[in-house]
């Protein structure tokens, strides 16, 4: 999002919460000097992990059908006069988009738990903002 101005911070994560998997979305508004962004400073939003995939994949589709569509009227009828544009290139690039989040998805993910455990057994001896240090 960082092409909009004050544009939100948003963070995703996936965890357990009492035995239930979750991905929790988290939005952060910075102050804003132009007001773009309106709501609560922070919103917490926590989904099953089956809805917030099955939103990520009708999203893909239903961009990447909106994105062939305005590839193949540029097709048609030429960019607009004026503007410079390969469209072999734009649509060899729109085809190799379409089969991004497929191919992520389908990604092994490979995770150093004996590395995540270390770490977090490092970080859990340090000073909580509660204790006052």
Known sequence: MGYLTDAPDIT???HLAAGNDLVTISQRIPPAAQGTFEGPR????????DDFFAAVRDFDRRFIAA???????LEQTGPPTDVNLDLAMLRAEHVRRSHWLAERLAAPRQVDWNRVRS????ISSWPTSESGT
């Open 12 to 14: 995703c994560w996936r």
């Open 67 to 73: 994105m062939e569509e305005r590839v193949a009227v």
């Open 119 to 122: 770490g977090l057994s490092a």
């Open 42 to 49: 922070r919103l917490d939003v926590s989904v099953p992990t």
